[in-house]
């Protein structure tokens, strides 16, 4: 059997990525033209069959057949690869800025754990406290000091007092005929 000279022609140097998945191609269809052969007629292929598969897999349109689909191959192998990566990377940054938040917060609570940002929380709770007995207190105040208000205008008009009630009951009503 001569000589193949398939991987010449379709692999141009040991970094031809497309030639080498060119060259896969063609011995795939080689192992399907053998298994074609033995399944049909119950034996190997003769020389003169190879001979004829070789003259037609050597023809420039089947070397540029099995170049154009190795394009496509190493192509969706690329995409492939790259969307692993890009969605890998994804997760990596998304748990390492998980962790920056975690590292801050932790760093947060540690200084909140120590005697001095005990003694913070319990400053600004006791400044709460303050500021909100004295908001209650201004308003106690401010309503007793209104109810006082009314109540000594009240008085100085005479309304609304038993004073008022009696005067009404003791003066003489006019008769209706």
């Not at 052969?37 to 349109?61: H, K, N």
């Not at 500021?131 to 309304?159: C, H, M, P, Q």
Request: glycine residues 6%.
């Amino acid at each position: 059997m001569p000589h193949n000279h398939v991987y010449e022609r379709l692999v141009a140097g040991p970094d031809d990525a497309v030639g080498a998945f060119a060259y896969v191609l063609y011995k795939q269809h080689k192992v399907a033209f053998v298994k074609n052969v033995f399944d049909a007629r119950g034996r190997d292929p003769t020389d003169e069959e190879m001979e004829i598969f070789y003259q037609q897999i050597s023809l420039q349109s089947q070397l540029d057949g099995y170049r154009q689909r190795a394009q496509v191959l190493a192509a969706n192998f690329l995409e492939d690869g790259l969307a692993e990566h890009i969605v890998r990377i994804g997760l990596e940054l998304q748990e390492s800025d998980f962790n920056r938040r975690l590292d801050r917060i932790e760093g947060k609570l540690d200084g909140k754990r120590s005697f001095w940002g005990w003694c913070a929380e319990v400053s600004a709770n006791l400044l709460i406290n303050i500021v909100t007995i004295i908001v209650i207190g201004t308003a106690v105040i401010g309503y007793k000091s209104l109810a006082s208000f009314n109540s000594a205008t009240e008085t100085r008009l005479d309304l609304g007092t038993d004073r008022t009630q009696q005067k009404s009951e003791s003066s003489p009503q006019p008769k209706v005929p």
